[in-house]
């Protein structure tokens, strides 16, 4: 199984095409992905042709050829003639909000924000008007959502690792994408990046909710890094809800405090939102924290085996 997402979702593109929607469209056709539609209401009418070609495991089990995707003028539009209950974002930032809400206002079931540089105030809005809809959201400023052999949604690459008993909530794109590698041989049900903002519509503790409740995900390598307390929560979650084993690695050991490194939520003050008080948090509910991404991979391993 997976979480959040799987092979039966059909998935629109808003943004589609731009230069990075249409890159990342091709690579979610090539992973096995249904994209059935982009929006951009100037190009409403239009098709986009794909040269697909299956990349990764278990992606593409259909042949390769062209796949000629419809661009429609609006969300509820593309979702009223394909039946997509998944969107994407790729729009650039200044009109980021207004896709959101506009993906949520047509029915979407979950919404993956690959887009960085939203204002916050923005984020907060459309993750709270998505919220009072029961419409889930992924990101923004994020890698967004594979089940390998599934589906991809976002921008991972869908030929690092294979399906496996794994589950990976990460804040960073790029650690998502190492800890998959390291973990290759295992593989993983479903990969997830919530991003790395002050403000996300998914948060560790919701992805750790779906992996307890996922019959197939046996172990759970979590992703923090400094700034703010959502992984402080998430040990207080762990320590109440989970059965399942989890690891941990927070990024940000040597990082000075005072100075935003990287993610716009990464910010140090004082001895709040340090990696040293994160991964003491972690490891008082039991969970082990590895102080290097290849040291987390062995200990996740290590567990895993003794299942």
Known sequence: MSIFLDESDRV?????TGSEGRK????????????VAGVNPRKAGTTVVFDVEPIGPGAGTGEAGEVEVPVYGTVAEAREATGATVSVVFV??????????????????????????IPVADATYF??????????????????????????VGITPPDIT???????????GTLTYQLMHELRDLGFTTCIGIGGDPVVGTTHIDA??????????????????????????????????????????????????????????AIVSGSSGTAAAK??????????????????ADIARELYRAL
């Open 12 to 16: 629109i593109v808003q943004g589609m």
């Open 24 to 35: 990342h469209t091709r690579r979610m056709l090539c992973a096995g992905t249904q994209v």
């Open 92 to 117: 650039p930032p200044a009109f980021a909000k207004g896709a959101v809400i506009e993906a949520v206002d047509a029915g979407m079931r979950l919404v993956v924000v690959i887009t960085e540089g």
């Open 127 to 152: 993750r709270s008007y998505a919220a009072s809809k029961g419409v889930q959201i992924i990101g923004p400023n994020c890698p967004g959502i594979i089940s390998p052999a599934r589906s991809n």
């Open 162 to 172: 294979g399906p496996g008993p794994i589950g990976l909530v990460s804040k960073s």
């Open 208 to 265: 750790l909710a779906g992996f307890e409740a996922d019959p197939d995900t046996k172990l759970v390598v979590m992703i923090g890094e400094i700034g703010g307390d959502a992984e402080e929560r998430a040990a207080a979650y762990i320590k109440d809800n989970m059965t399942k084993p989890v690891v941990a690695y927070v990024a940000g050991f040597t990082a000075p405090e005072g100075k935003t490194m990287g993610h716009a939520g």
């Open 279 to 296: 991964k003491e948090a972690l490891e008082a509910v039991g969970v082990r924290v590895g102080r290097t991404p290849t040291e987390t």
